[in-house]
C-alpha cells in the first residue's frame, strides 16, 4: 500500500514519524543551524563595526572554541567577513544579500495595515492607518471593528496635522521642513495651536510612545495613534485605535499597552531595528 509523500514520514532529525499529529509541539529541526543563528544574531547585537571573538562567544553563550568553528563556516560561505587587521568579525556580503532580498519582499503599508486589524479584532473596536500624503496625514486604510462609530471620515481623509493624534506623531518624527507648509496652511484657514502647545505635545509623544486626542477631530470620536517605522527609523505610518469619547475607560495601560505592541511588531517586520 502507497503512502503520501507528507504521510507517516520519518523526520531525518528526530528519527520518529511525522504523523500529522494535532499537538502543538516544537518541531525537531537541526541543532547546529539553530546554533549558528544564535551566533549570527550575537554578532548582530556588537554594531556595525563587528566584534572580536570573545565578544560575540559572551553574547551567543558559547565556548571560545565553538564560536570560532561557526564563524570560520560563515567566512568561508561568504555570510561573514574577519578583518585583517583588526581580527575583527562583522557580516559579510552573502548575509547583505540576504537582507536586500529580505527587504525587497516587503511592504510596510501592508504589513502594518495586517497588524493593526490583528488589534482591532483582538479589542473590538475601529481603526484607520495613515500615511503622509500631499496635503498631510491622510488616511489609506480604515477598518470597522466591533462598536459603531458615526464619523465622517473615510479612506482619503486628510487629518489636521496641529488637533489629531496622527498629526502629532507626524510633528514628533518628521522633519519641520516637511510639517510646516501644512500647518501654515491650516492657521491660513483657521485652525491655530500655539507653537508652544505642539512642542509639549510633541515631547509627550516621544516619552510615551503614542499620541492621543479627545474629539479635537470628530465631536464625540478619541483617537489613540501609534507610530511605524522603517529600517531607517523614519516614520513610514500611524496606526490609530478609536473610540467613543464616553466609553471613557475604553483606553486602559494594558489596551495602550497592546496597540504600542502592534505598532512595534510592524516595525520589526519591516526591517526597524529600534
Known amino acids: 500500500m502507497s503512502r503520501g509523500e507528507d504521510d507517516d514520514q520519518e523526520d531525518p532529525a528526530s528519527g520518529t514519524p511525522n504523523n500529522g499529529s494535532s499537538n502543538e509541539q516544537p518541531r525537531k529541526a537541526i541543532q547546529s543551524v539553530e546554533i549558528g543563528v544564535r551566533v549570527l544574531n550575537a554578532l548582530m547585537d556588537c554594531g556595525k563595526d563587528g566584534a572580536h571573538l570573545r565578544e560575540v562567544a559572551e553574547k551567543s553563550g558559547l565556548s571560545r572554541s565553538q564560536t570560532h568553528r561557526y564563524l570560520l563556516a560563515f567566512v568561508n560561505t561568504g555570510v561573514v567577513e574577519q578583518n585583517a587587521q583588526s581580527s575583527r568579525y562583522a557580516l559579510g556580503a552573502f548575509a547583505v544579500r540576504l537582507g536586500v532580498a529580505a527587504l525587497a519582499r516587503v511592504d510596510p503599508v501592508q504589513i502594518a495595515g495586517n497588524h493593526l486589524a490583528s488589534v482591532l479584532e483582538e479589542l473590538q473596536t475601529t481603526?484607520?492607518?495613515?500615511?503622509?500624503?500631499?496635503?498631510?496625514?491622510?488616511?489609506?486604510?480604515?477598518?470597522?471593528?466591533?462598536?459603531?462609530?458615526?464619523?465622517?471620515?473615510?479612506?482619503?481623509?486628510?487629518?489636521?496635522?496641529?488637533a489629531s493624534s496622527t498629526g502629532i506623531l507626524f510633528l514628533t518624527h518628521c522633519q519641520r521642513v516637511l510639517t510646516q507648509p501644512i500647518i501654515d496652511s491650516e492657521r491660513a484657514g483657521g485652525l491655530v495651536i500655539d507653537d508652544k502647545e505642539l512642542e509639549v505635545q510633541t515631547v509627550k509623544a516621544r516619552e510615551m510612545g503614542y499620541a492621543s486626542t479627545l474629539g479635537t477631530v470628530v465631536p464625540g470620536l478619541s483617537a489613540v495613534s501609534v507610530p511605524v517605522f522603517d529600517p531607517d527609523n523614519k516614520l513610514v505610518a500611524t496606526m490609530s485605535i478609536l473610540s467613543r469619547v464616553q466609553d471613557k475607560n475604553f483606553y486602559t495601560k494594558p489596551r495602550i499597552e497592546r496597540i504600542r505592541a502592534a505598532a512595534i511588531e510592524a516595525s520589526r517586520a519591516i526591517g526597524w531595528s529600534g
Open 127 to 162: 481603526g484607520l492607518l495613515s500615511v503622509w500624503g500631499n496635503y498631510g496625514p491622510t488616511v489609506i486604510r480604515w477598518i470597522d471593528g466591533g462598536i459603531p462609530l458615526f464619523t465622517s471620515l473615510h479612506v482619503g481623509s486628510v487629518l489636521p496635522v496641529q
